[in-house]
């Protein structure tokens, strides 16, 4: 440093360099070059499209903002989408979403986290034995399934270990479908239950849904984990959601599977009593009369519901059944 003292003169005269910028402008790129594009993954920032048969690594552009793109996303991408090595595009439009599956971290938990999106059918795959079957976990993701819009399906594995009659009993009233594995079976009811749509799987560690995987998508090579003999519990083999197309199969048309890894939470803060009664009609006209910010529960006084079976207009079954999955939103430990 020279010390030399600036006298209010100098500070007067200094004129402050002005940084370049470009002029605002309210008109916006329309991308009229834009190409569409699905999410097959998400990965640490960088997103794999597929684009016209072609594999393409993308970020997301800025004008995007906090926008998440998840895994299922219908996009529209600009720059390099040849797909060649060390190229990357940009991600500059999501598509409205025809469905969005959500959880939360826990059920006190107020943010919601799009796991996948614009998916028809929610595959709920659960080991018969192997782990023991979590009836509370397949709740919670039914619940999940209504409230998303989504088909729910239930997945039966290991069927080798143990007959599916006794926890299928629990779901008849709900009116869900499901179909039964084991291991090294056929699977043609699968294929045909997932063909032409785009279906998730969720499932815990251990009950044989990478195996599922790499049976219905040979050249999926999802790794394959095994049961901790000690907590009855899998590890986590698939680290993030990925988009497989379903091969036609024996004149079963394919369709799309996204697998997720094993879950060992779904939280359900974002999920209302009025929106889950809302995926049973028959039961939600029962409700017509029932007193203000009434749940629907079973310690609820004069809901319509108890009105209705005790006439004889509803089947206790079912909504026992429905009452089982509302209590479920509040249990978060299976």
């Given at each position: 440093m020279s010390g030399r003292?600036?006298?209010?003169?100098?500070?007067?005269?200094?004129?402050?360099?002005?940084?370049?910028?470009?002029?605002?402008?309210?008109?916006?790129?329309?991308?009229?070059?834009a190409v569409?594009?699905?999410v097959v993954t998400v990965?640490?920032?960088r997103l794999t499209v597929l684009v016209d048969g072609r594999v393409v690594l993308a970020v997301k552009a800025r004008p995007l903002g906090r926008k998440g793109v998840v895994v299922g996303d219908r996009v529209r991408v600009v720059g390099d989408t040849s797909g060649d090595d060390g190229?990357?595009?940009?991600i500059v439009e999501v598509n409205e979403r025809s469905t969005t599956l959500r959880r939360t971290a826990d059920d006190d938990d107020a943010v919601e986290r799009v796991i996948v999106s614009n998916a028809e059918q929610l595959v709920i795959v659960t080991a018969l034995a192997d782990p023991e079957p979590q009836p509370r976990m397949m709740d919670r993701a039914l619940v999940a399934a209504y409230d998303a819009g989504m088909t729910p399906l239930l997945c039966l594995t290991k069927a080798d270990l143990r007959s599916p009659d006794e926890l299928l009993l629990t779901y008849r009233s709900l009116g869900v479908p499901w179909v039964v594995t084991e291991r090294g079976g056929d699977l043609t009811e699968v294929r045909e239950r997932l063909s032409g749509r785009t279906s998730v799987l969720v499932g815990s560690s251990g009950v044989g849904k990478s195996t599922l995987v790499n049976a219905l998508v040979p050249d999926a090579f999802r790794e394959v984990g095994v049961v901790n003999a000690v907590t009855g519990r899998g590890r986590h083999t698939s680290t993030s959601a990925y988009l497989l197309p379903l091969p036609d199969h024996?004149?079963?048309?394919?369709?799309?599977?996204?697998?997720?890894p094993g879950i060992r939470s779904f939280g359900l803060a974002h999920v209302r009593p009025e929106d889950l009664i809302g995926a049973f009609p028959d039961l939600d006209e029962m409700t017509e009369d029932c007193p203000r910010g009434c749940t629907h529960g079973d310690d609820e006084p004069e809901c319509g519901l108890d009105e209705a079976v005790a006439a004889g207009k509803a089947d206790p079954d079912r909504v026992s059944s429905f009452r089982?999955?509302?209590?479920?939103?509040?249990?978060s430990e299976w």
């Open positions: 003292r600036y006298s209010d003169q100098d500070i007067e005269h200094y004129d402050r360099p002005r940084r370049r910028t470009r002029p605002r402008t309210k008109d916006r790129p329309t991308y009229d070059d569409e594009g699905v990965d640490r920032g190229v990357l595009a940009r024996d004149g079963v048309t394919g369709g799309w599977i996204i697998d997720t089982r999955l509302l209590a479920a939103r509040s249990v």
